[in-house]
């Protein structure tokens, strides 16, 4: 069973930087798509940031040029790279994986449990 964990969340100033991690383990066999969600309260998750393979990576409108994602060399540890964070960027932050565990299984996603990014002065 894959697991994946959050982490670097956290009170920033507005105007801040963050960067989140998220790490895997268990058993991997192909990653089709790599991504960041995010949910602020009374609202719907939203997707952030998200790369496929190959590299191709799409951002929402709000986030363009202040956000980047990335992989790790291995490409199984996910990052977003936050910088000049506004109260608006206020939300749990989910990494999320569409991934087959082994040659054989079917494609399937796989959420984090989330980490908190506050922004306020």
């Known amino acids: 069973q894959v697991q994946l964990v959050e982490s670097g969340g956290g009170l920033v100033q507005p105007g801040g930087s963050l960067k989140l991690s998220c790490a895997a383990s268990?058993?991997?066999?192909?990653?089709?798509?790599m991504g960041w969600y995010r949910q602020a309260p009374g609202k719907e998750r939203e997707l952030v940031a998200r790369?496929?393979?190959?590299?191709?990576?799409t951002y929402a409108d709000s986030v363009k040029g202040r956000f980047a994602i990335s992989t790790d060399n291995a490409q199984k540890t996910l990052y977003l790279q936050m910088n000049s964070l506004k109260p608006e960027d206020t939300a749990v932050y989910y990494c999320?994986?569409?991934?087959?565990?082994?040659?054989?299984?079917?494609?399937?996603?796989?959420w984090g449990k989330g980490t908190l990014v506050t922004v306020s002065s």
């Open positions: 790369i496929v393979t190959g590299g191709t990576t």
């Open positions: 999320y994986y569409q991934l087959r565990e082994r040659y054989y299984s079917r494609t399937t996603d796989y």
């Open positions: 268990g058993s991997i066999f192909k990653i089709n798509v």
